[in-house]
Every structure is written in C-alpha cells, then in structure tokens.
C-alpha cells in the first residue's frame, strides 16, 4: 500500500505543487483545504483525495483527521499573511487569523496526527515557514510574528521527538509567486503583481522540489532546514529588480 502524504492548503500555490511532487514519488495524497471544489480537481488529476479542511477549526481538523487510514508524510503549508501595515495602524482581526492559521494549525494538525506519524515507524513532518520566521521588513510585523512563532513550534518539536521515528524538516522560502500577495492584498491583482514586478520570483515547484528531496532523503536522515530564496532576493528588503523599480 501507497505511504500517506497530507498536505494542508492544497488548493493553490505551494501546496497543490507539494501534492502533485510527492504523488510524483509515489504518496497517496490526503489535500485539505477551505476550498474543497479546488481541491477534487487535483485529486482527480492524482488519484488522491480531497478533504474540506479548516485549520483554525479544532472540529474540522479532528473530522479532517479521522478520515485518514494512515500518515506518513504531514505537510504543514496552509497559511499566509494579511495586510502590510505598520503596527501603529495593526488590525487585530488580521493579527488573530495570521496566528491561527501559520501557529495554531500547525499545532493542531500536527498534534492530531503524530499518533499516526509514530505508528507508521518513519514519519515526517514538513513545515513550511517563510524568510519572515527570521528577517523582518516594514508593516509585516503580524505575519512576521506568526512566522517566528511557526518556526520556534518546529525547532522545538524537534527537540520533543527525539528518539521518535520522526523527521521534522522546515522549509523556509523568499519570495514565491503564488496566490499569496493577492491574498495579502485583499484581492488587490496591481498591489500583487507589483510584489514581483521586475524580478523572478521562486515557483511554487521550486519549493515543493525542496520538499519532495527532504522527504526523499533516507529515514535516518533529518534535513533540518531548507532556506530558498530567488537569486534576485538577498534578503526580505533587498530585491533586485530590472530597470531599479519598486522596493519589497
Ligand atoms: P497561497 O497560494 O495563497 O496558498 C495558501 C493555501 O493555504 C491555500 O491553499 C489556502 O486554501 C490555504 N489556507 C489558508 N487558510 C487556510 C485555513 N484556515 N485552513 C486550511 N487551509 C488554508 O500561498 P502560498 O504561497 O502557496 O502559501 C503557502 C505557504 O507558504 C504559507 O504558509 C505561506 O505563509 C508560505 N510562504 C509563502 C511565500 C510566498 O512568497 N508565496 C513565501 C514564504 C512562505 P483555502 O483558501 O482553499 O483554504
């Protein structure tokens, strides 16, 4: 029988290029996400499933993890920022959705399926964390906050797991042309696209190749952390970008 990969926040971006990675290498993907109706097509397409999927619903991860026969492989992706406003002008309805989401869903989703990640005898734990878990830049104090709190939750279940036949591996990416600016931006298509105007950006492939080589790597071997950025991107505020337009 096929080894079990979930991956949250596979109906777009990263997530949906991580399922059809790891399908590539053989998994039986489990695709949660909000957006079930996204979610079937790519699990047509790979012979997985698709499951509705809320992380900041304790419900809708106990029901979402109930249906699973088995685990071996848990990508923590689904997640994101809001907005890009500075902290004097911090919205908290945003702050509290960006922990949610990046913080408490990994949290949830990991801590419902590590009993299934034990029992599998080679488990692996992916979470997908961003450059913000270690720089900062202007007005991204929230998803920043969130980011360095998502990353400390996978260092230090590194630690817990000791001893335990399961890998933790964080996978921390630049910036990745994605849904994830349009999100950001409320929709915003112009604010989104100026994100990348001039450079080049990683592909959500790019990032789900890092991912499919650390879970491709034998048992006794734990990638610790993958840090993948574009070439034109030196660090979350210095971006190269032809004809020297906007900054981060
Ligand atoms: P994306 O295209 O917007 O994808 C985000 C995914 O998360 C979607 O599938 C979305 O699905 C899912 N999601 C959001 N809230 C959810 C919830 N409450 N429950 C379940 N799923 C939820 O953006 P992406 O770039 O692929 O982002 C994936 C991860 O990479 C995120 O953790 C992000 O912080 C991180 N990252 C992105 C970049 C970048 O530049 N793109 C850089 C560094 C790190 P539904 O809306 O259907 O639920």
Redesign the pocket.
Known sequence: MAQVAVV?????????ATARALAGDGFHVVL????VE??EGLAGELGGEALG?????PG?VKAFCSRLEGCEVLVN?????LGLDPLAEADEEQWRRMY???VL?TMRMTRALLPRLFESGDGHIIV?????GFESYRGGAG?IAA?HAQRSLARNLRLELLGQPVRVTEV????????????RFGGDEEAAQRVYQGMT??S?DD?AECIRWAVAQPAHVNVDEIVVRPRDQATATEVYRQGGSPGQ
Do not use: C
């Open positions: 949250t926040g596979a109906s777009s971006g990263i997530g949906a949660g996400a909000r957006r996204r979610l999927l809320d992380v900041t619903d809708s992706n689904a997640g994101g920022a949610e989401t990046n869903g997908v964390t961003s450059i913000a998803y980011k921390a990416p630049g910036m990745v042309e994605t849904e994830f600016s349009l999100v950006p990683l959500a990032v």
